[in-house]
């Protein structure tokens, strides 16, 4: 039977972080953390201001944005095909993941940074896994769309069923669901036994195994082995559909022909790289030694960023888009 534990406190940060030590019989004593210290962005108060300011600005209008393209999705027949069905998913998944980062970061920019408990840093870490991995999978999925559509117009139809897209879509969700709780396991296995400071802007795996007592190996070997089929094998299956589409592309004799085959996947194309060069760039290749700054804006650009830039870089030059928009004004007079 276990022996009765204490709890200690220590300052960090000016901050009384709470310790639970565990004692059992014939074992060295533990410590276990019950809390960690997200520092955020340091600053002058003025500064954090400014930021907060800022990162509100982007919250409202990404959610709206991405609420405003799965209402036309839903509503206007004209969107009613795989490709817009797709981007109503994608936003799905943007408003998880800036749901997810951006209320607490607005928190640590007010407080000059804020504590969080192990479960809930967990649990955001968990969901944040959650909507990188969907959307990994789901722009894959949507480049072999456009694959079908640019290289074999006459079976589109009959390829791109609406079952077929709703099944593809549950089955990025359910793999990345999976994926995210062993990729959440292993690192709540760890110890932490102080320090208790992430130095980042939220509960991601790298600051987080950072801060760990135990050895990070079989964490680290995890990441990169669910790297391969939820950010390799997708890259490679990009690569080959859009070597594919080029191929196609340049076949087509008029000019007109190539530009307008080209704009219909020049959007994705330009999401793919954001969101895949920053990802590489943090989990697939990161530099040892890192400077926390570089790593923040790098986190920043797929976590806050690129959730507001997608419904823009999807609608801006979508004539569709527009048109829906149009129809519920006219609709929205009429009823006035």
């Not at 022996?3 to 310790?19: F, G, K, N, P, S």
């Not at 565990?22 to 074992?27: A, E, L, N, S, Y």
């Not at 004593?29 to 019950?34: A, D, G, M, S, W």
């Not at 004209?78 to 997810?100: A, E, G, K, R, V």
Request: some cysteine; glycine content about 4%.
């Amino acid at each position: 039977m276990a022996a009765a534990h204490a709890v200690a406190c220590r300052q960090v940060l000016e901050i009384d972080i709470c310790v639970a030590k565990i004692i059992q019989p014939g074992k060295t004593n533990r410590t276990v953390l019950t809390e960690f210290f997200l520092l955020g962005f340091q600053g002058s108060q003025l500064m954090r201001k400014i930021y907060f300011f800022l990162f509100l600005v982007i919250f409202a209008v990404t959610i709206c944005g991405n609420l405003l393209i799965i209402t036309l999705v839903s509503t206007s027949k004209i969107l009613h095909t795989p490709m817009y069905f797709f981007i109503s998913q994608l936003s799905i998944s943007d408003i998880l993941l800036t749901t997810n980062v951006v209320p607490n970061l607005l928190y640590l920019l007010l407080n000059n940074g804020g504590t969080i408990s192990f479960i809930g840093c967990m649990t955001q870490f968990y969901f944040f896994s959650v909507s990188e991995g969907f959307e990994c999978l789901l722009l894959t999925v949507m480049s072999y769309d456009r694959y079908v559509a640019i290289c074999n117009p006459l079976r589109y139809t009959s390829i791109m069923t609406g079952t077929y897209c709703m099944r593809l879509a549950v089955m990025c969700w359910l793999i990345s669901f999976i994926v995210s709780f062993i990729d959440t396991s292993t690192p709540s296995m760890l110890i932490f036994c102080g320090p208790n400071t992430i130095d980042h802007l939220f509960c991601d795996l790298v600051p987080i195994m950072e801060i760990a007592c135990s050895d990070t190996f079989f964490v680290h070997l995890e990441m990169y082995l669910l790297s391969i089929p939820l950010v390799i094998v997708p890259t490679l299956i990009i690569i080959q559909c859009y070597v594919n589409i080029i191929v196609n592309i340049l076949r087509i004799p008029s000019s007109t022909g190539r530009q307008k085959a080209f704009s219909t996947c020049s959007s994705h194309l330009i999401v793919v790289s954001i969101f895949y060069g920053t990802l590489f760039s943090v989990y697939v290749f990161p530099t040892k030694g890192q400077v926390s700054a570089i790593s923040k804006i790098l986190s920043m650009l797929y976590t806050v960023f690129t959730p507001l830039a997608n419904p823009i870089i999807y609608s801006l030059r979508n004539r569709d888009i527009w048109k829906a928009v149009q129809d519920i004004i006219n609709m929205y007079m009429t009823w006035m």
